[in-house]
């Protein structure tokens, strides 16, 4: 299977590396400029299963599209590659706020496609991708997609009007923790950690602290209370955060950040 991925920045970027990482892709990769293409061509050299060519070239030749320009960009990318496209393609946009009803309004009747948000970990096979099909993806068309970004992490399909939530919940969340994870290490150094150990242990806590959850299936209020003994010290963190209303932040937060992707 053949893919086609349209912008090549940052998420463009991740996802790439992630499916190259897999082993075996067959990657068509489109940029604007010609010094970002050379830049790929150089990067890539020693992964022949990938290509950089021209949008009406991976339109004709891919299976799958992935749609990973700035949104205010898909409407013309999709007028130049549609009338290329195959008829048995599937078109998956990962651009924000970027409807299924957008798509089809640039593409022939009949075809499938698919809204998408994934997040950067991608890059390191731990992402997470939130599908929203058109009612013309077969279930075969979708496991085809889920199968392709296998390597980029886990997927979840949802309605799709669950997608701005989904932004905030999952494609904004990797900076939510990198806030985290550094404040934590400027607290550590504060206390007289260097700021080396600190990074460290605060990554490793973050690290095995996600793959608790992943791996025993724990509400997380179950697994805090692991380590909390009352009265104890990390009963003093934690009575701390609530003062200062880290869960009210949180909430507050993710709420602007659904607001913002669904244009509100």
């Known amino acids: 299977m053949t893919t086609a991925i349209y912008g090549v920045g940052s998420m463009g970027g991740a996802v790439l590396d992630g499916l190259v990482a897999g082993g075996g892709a067959q990657v068509l990769a489109v940029v604007r400029r010609s010094e970002q293409a ?17 949008p009406e070239d991976a339109a004709a030749r891919a299976d799958v599209h ?27 946009s990962m651009a924000l706020g970027v409807s299924l009803a957008d798509l089809a309004g640039h593409l022939s009747a009949g075809t499938a496609a698919i809204r998408a948000m994934p997040n ?12 929203s099909p058109s009612d013309d993806v077969s279930d075969e068309q979708l496991t085809r997609v889920r199968e392709l970004l296998a390597p980029t992490g886990r997927t979840i399909v949802l309605p799709e009007s669950q ?4 932004t905030a919940v999952s494609g904004s969340a990797p900076a939510y ?27 490793q806590a973050v690290r095995g602290a996600g ?4 791996e025993t299936g724990e509400d997380p209020a179950v697994l805090r209370t692991h380590v909390t003994s009352p009265g104890g010290s990390t009963a003093a963190a934690l009575a701390r955060l609530e003062a200062h209303g880290m869960r009210h932040a949180l909430a507050d937060a993710v709420k602007a950040c659904t607001d913002r992707s669904a244009g509100r």
């Open 177 to 203: 923790v990198y806030l985290f994870v550094e404040g934590l290490v400027d607290a550590g150094v504060a206390q007289g950690l260097t700021r080396p150990q600190a990074l460290a242990m605060a990554t």
């Open 66 to 92: 992935l749609l990973l320009v700035k949104p205010y960009g898909v409407a013309d990318l999709l007028e130049a590659i549609s009338p290329s496209l195959r008829p048995d393609a599937i078109v998956v």
């Open 120 to 131: 950067t970990p991608a890059k390191v096979g731990q992402g997470m991708t939130v599908l």
């Open 211 to 214: 793959a608790m959850l992943a």
């Open 163 to 166: 997608q701005d939530a989904a």
């Open 38 to 54: 050379d830049r790929l061509r150089e990067q890539y050299a020693e992964h022949p299963g990938v290509e950089v060519v021209e």
